[in-house]
């Protein structure tokens, strides 16, 4: 399994402007789509994005038009630009490689378990 890294997680104003961002090292982006999964609190984990590898991008509907999703395969970099956040954000954020139609809510467990990248995440956390 890939090691990845998540990072840019902080404490934050509801309304604000904040990336996070993926390091997914050795990882060959043309054999797998990646995406960001949220863990919040008594919830399972919950799939917010995905790009594939020609970079065609997904959103679950509560972040359409806030948060986009970008790939940096030169620098196995995949970001997460989280605009306009929201309380209901709150959550920690977890990136993986994922197949082409990946589990939309599932256990972190069973993701952890199941696919070739999972990261420890890393924790927004926006107050209103």
């Known amino acids: 399994q890939v090691k990845v890294v998540e990072t840019g997680g902080s404490t934050v104003q509801a309304g604000g402007s904040l990336r996070l961002s993926c390091q997914l090292p050795?990882?060959?982006?043309?054999?797998?789509?990646i995406a960001w999964y949220r863990h919040s609190p008594g919830n399972e984990c919950e799939l917010v994005s995905s790009?594939?590898?020609?970079?065609?991008?997904y959103y679950i509907d509560s972040v359409k038009g806030r948060f986009t999703v970008s790939q940096d395969k030169a620098q196995n970099m995949m970001y997460l630009q989280m605009n306009t956040r929201k309380p209901e954000d709150t959550a920690v954020y977890h990136c993986?490689?994922?197949?082409?139609?990946?589990?939309?809510?599932?256990?972190?467990?069973?993701?952890?378990?199941?696919?070739?990248?999972w990261g420890q995440g890393t924790l927004v956390t926006v107050s209103s």
């Open positions: 790009i594939s590898s020609d970079g065609r991008a």
């Open positions: 050795g990882f060959s982006f043309s054999v797998s789509d």
């Open positions: 993986a490689a994922v197949p082409p139609r990946p589990l939309m809510v599932a256990t972190c467990e069973r993701l952890s378990n199941a696919l070739d990248a």
